[in-house]
């Protein structure tokens, strides 16, 4: 069974660059796809990010695309979130996320492994 736990999170001047990490324990994580999710202070959960099993596939929402990367070393059972230039708006707390499926990952209703979150704080 796979678990998630979340690191790298904290405060970052807008603008600023951070990278989440997500260790994932258990043997099907090769066979995962992997997303990020992400919750604003008083908003809904939304879909930051995802990486299929072997890493050839991505797909971003529009709010980060050509500012985030998505990346995955399944050596190290790890998957990573790169953030540059940060905004205010990303300020929340991450989800790292699992599904068997790629083309589900986006959808939080199909996601069947959750990490517990890091916390992001970008400074304006």
């Known amino acids: 069974q796979v678990q998630l736990v979340e690191s790298g999170g904290g405060l970052v001047q807008n603008g600023g660059s951070l990278r989440l990490s997500c260790v994932a324990s258990?043997?099907?994580?090769?066979?995962?796809?992997m997303g990020w999710f992400r919750q604003a202070p008083g908003k809904e959960l939304e879909f930051v990010a995802a990486?299929?099993?072997?890493?050839?596939?991505?797909s971003y929402a529009d709010s980060v695309k050509g500012r985030f990367t998505i990346s995955r070393d399944n050596a190290k059972n790890t998957v990573y979130l790169q953030m540059n230039s940060r905004k205010p708006e990303d300020t929340g707390v991450y989800y790292c996320?699992?599904?068997?499926?790629?083309?589900?990952?986006?959808?939080?209703?199909?996601?069947?492994?959750w990490g517990k979150g890091s916390l992001v704080t970008v400074s304006s």
């Open positions: 996320a699992g599904s068997p499926t790629y083309g589900a990952i986006r959808h939080s209703n199909r996601v069947d492994k």
């Open positions: 258990g043997r099907t994580f090769r066979g995962y796809a």
């Open positions: 990486i299929n099993y072997n890493g050839r596939s991505t």
